[in-house]
């Protein structure tokens, strides 16, 4: 069982994936189908070995729509990978073709439109004997042209409309292009019908009115909207437009002694390379020779150029701005940080929001629900209306509220108010730094009231420094500074990479280790010589029943280090201190989510003080020390029980169960990878800051899909009893279907650009 993503053509609007989405999910084989309107494709969890991509399209072709099926070299790693996989860098040129169409399409119709209303506003302002009427010759002009006009619009410009009829009739599923087909056809032939047959039917109903113009008008109206919508839909999507931008197409390698330019497709791990001033830097890589300025804004959010030395990571994609420098390459293809961030964000974009749950369900027996709808108001006005108005005029009011509700109804705002909004969120996220995983986790952040934050990395850089050192029981400093940093040596600790890079300094020894073993939480163990050493905190050496004498370096943990210490089965060999640095960013990262009301919480397996010390540097004012990963774990359990919605930050080093565990799992990446599996949201260079704006972000965009909800439903609420006619015993007014039209294509644009607003929000 394995899940594809694939790009559809032929939605019109949002019932349109609620069709498909049931079509897939009845079609044998498939067990997951998730479609998507904002992105155009769908996501399908299937059995590879019992259904084909080919299947799959025979099975919605009959619906109108069809799937794009990626050749072997689109799955491939090429540069247009992501892009031509997830359908979204591609459909950008497809996008821009159809605009044209459209434009074209608005353009003719138009000038139709505008001559439409013009003579009916000669008219109502001669009715109410504002101006004269037009005189008889010309009216008698219009009356003939307006049959012309209409035929055009409604059989080229309209098509669309047309074939959701057809569709509707031949297999049963209606979508927005359905009731506007139905309403403009209706208006169409009920005023062909007079036309044609005049006399014959004078005796009968008003043959001096027809509803050719409802037709141009709405047409053109829908048009426009959807032109509009189009073009606003190509901007949500930019965010992705620019990171693929960012893709380097040729890289200069050293080979030989000699410089050489080779497609970037070309290089190879372990290559080296050379980048210019003003280049841009290839593939992921470390500095081999140089001390270049580099930006990563555009892959980070980091805003400032930083200075990197020899043995620093470069990242795919940012800018080198001062300086020659060679470095060796590590990561090309698709592993590159840059490949990874397009991933994650295509797939962000594409993934639902459980907010858009209950949307789709509207949307899905919306349509059938206002068929009924309008051809009970006809009857309606048929039965009641004949009565008071005579029948004349209750046909001729009956239609224009069928005509009516078919328009104002659609639900195509609908669709669009969560999708857009997820995309142009997520696509916010990745240019600030924050990778957001999935819509839900993006929808679930800003309902958090306790973030959890882990010391080491999370609140502190991370990158402790060895400041003291105290050698017991007559063994010498050097000898006690070579055992610990060869035990630390097999650790990833960053506790470990201090001590290591102290006895380095010092060109200490580093002896070969047996047995070797990590105590998550506390320390490790191993065997040099035939001596078993053991090295952490005071409470694995205690677990050990060994005597610690805690007051010796008490003074030092209340400053916020912490101890580590070295020990044989029997014997204490010495305590060494490491520090480690507060980030700039945290005090004020930590006030901040308190002015959001974020309870925030450190945990830590450091010792006590060092704990408190730490927290109190931060304004953080609860925290649990001396815990195991697995006890973090519980912590998040626990309140979790209480009812609090828990994030947890961490480095994902030790942390991922706790990362796995909490609500939203936010990791701090050290800037190389993003691939940690646990968490919702990643956090490139491991900015705390960016975790307020993370939060921030999701509470824009939850309040921009609720604005965009809010107006696609009231509005419906609104509009389908006005085109009803329930104001007409009251005020005698009923809405005009042009008014609908109107209506109709101005809310998927306002709910576009609503969408669309989130992008200029300072986080
Ligand atoms: P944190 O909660 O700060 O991320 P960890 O759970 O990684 O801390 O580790 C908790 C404690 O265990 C550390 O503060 C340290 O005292 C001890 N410890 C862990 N790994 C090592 C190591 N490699 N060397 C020495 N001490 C270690
Ligand atoms: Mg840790």
Known sequence: MSSHTYKIKGMHCASCAATLEKAFKKTEGVTSAEVNYGTETAKLGYDDTKITPDYLLKKIEPLGYSLIIPTAGEMGMSESEHAAHLGIGQSKKEKIEELSVFKRKVMSVIPLAAFSLFVMGWD?????????????????????????????????????????????????????????????????????????????????????????????????????????????????????????????????????????????????????????????????????????????????????????HEGDGVIAGTLNTTGVFTFKATKVGSETLLSHIIQMVSQAQASKAPIQALADKISAVFVPIV??????????????????????????????????????????????????????????????GILVKDAATLEKLHKVDVVVVDKTGTITKGKPELVSINALNGIREKELISILASLEAQSEHPIAHAIVSYAQKNKLEILPVKQFEIIKGMGLKGKIGNIEYFAGNAKFLENLSLNIEKKSFEKDTLEGKTPVI??????????????????????????????????????????????????????????????????????????????????????????????????????????????????????????????????????????????????????????????????????????????????????????????????????
């Not at 048929?382 to 109804?409: D, H, K, P």
């Not at 006005?722 to 005009?736: R, V």
């Open 566 to 763: 070295l020990a044989t089965k029997d014997k204490i060999l010495g305590i060494v201190m490491v520090a480690d640095a507060l980030k700039s960013e945290a005090k004020e990262a930590v006030s901040k989510l308190h002015k959001l009301g974020i309870r925030v919480i450190m945990a830590t397996g450091d010792d006590k003080n060092t704990a408190r010390y730490i927290a109190s540097q931060a304004g953080i004012d609860e925290f649990v020390a001396e815990v195991l990963p697995a006890d973090k774990l519980l912590k998040i359990k626990e309140l979790q029980s209480k009812g609090f919605i828990v994030a947890m930050a961490g480095d994902g080093v030790n942390d991922a169960p706790a990362l796995a565990q909490a609500d939203v799992g936010i990791a701090m990446s050290t800037g190389t990878d993003v691939a940690i599996e646990s968490a919702g949201i990643t956090l490139l260079n491991g900015d705390i800051s960016k975790l307020v704006k993370a939060i921030r972000l999701s509470k824009f965009t939850m309040r921009g899909i609720r604005q965009n909800l809010f107006w696609a439903f009231i509005y419906n609420i609104i509009g389908i009893p006005l085109a009803g006619g329930a104001l007409y015993p009251i005020f005698g007014w009923l809405l005009n279907p042009i008014f609908a039209g109107l209506a109709m294509a101005f809310s998927s644009v306002s709910v576009v650009s609503n969408s669309l607003r989130l992008k200029s929000k300072k986080l």
């Open 124 to 308: 109502i302002l001669a009715q109410f004997n504002i101006i004269s009427a037009a005189p008889e010759m010309w009216r008698e002009f219009f009356h003939h042209l307006f049959p012309i006009f209409a035929t055009y619009t409604l059989f080229i410009v309209g098509q669309p409309y047309l074939v959701g009829i057809y569709r509707f009739l031949r297999s049963g599923s209606a979508n927005m292009d359905t009731l506007i087909g139905i309403g403009t056809l209706a208006a169409f032939i009920y005023s062909f019908i007079v036309s044609a047959f005049e006399e014959p039917l004078r005796s009968f109903i008003n043959v001096e009115h027809t509803y050719y113009d409802v037709t141009i008008v709405v047409i053109a109206f829908i048009t426009l909207g959807k032109y509009l919508e189009a073009k606003s839909k190509l901007k949500t999507g930019d965010a992705i437009e620019k990171l693929l931008g960012l893709q380097v197409k040729t890289a200069l390698v050293v080979l030989h002694n000699k410089e050489m330019e080779i497609p970037i497709g070309e290089v190879a791990k372990g290559d080296i390379l050379i980048v210019k001033p003003g280049g841009k830097i290839p593939v992921d890589g470390v500095i081999i020779e140089g001390t270049p300025f580099i930006d990563e804004a555009m892959v980070t959010g980091e805003p400032m150029p930083a200075q990197k």
């Open 371 to 432: 068929l009924v709808l309008s051809v009970l108001s006809l009857l309606a006005w048929l039965i009641v209306g004949t009565e008071y108005l005579g029948f004349s005029q209750a046909l001729s009011y009956g239609l224009v509220s069928f005509v009516g509700i078919l328009v104002i109804a659609c639900p195509c705002a609908l669709g669009l108010a969560t999708p857009t909004a997820i995309i142009v969120g997520v696509g916010k996220g990745a240019r600030e």
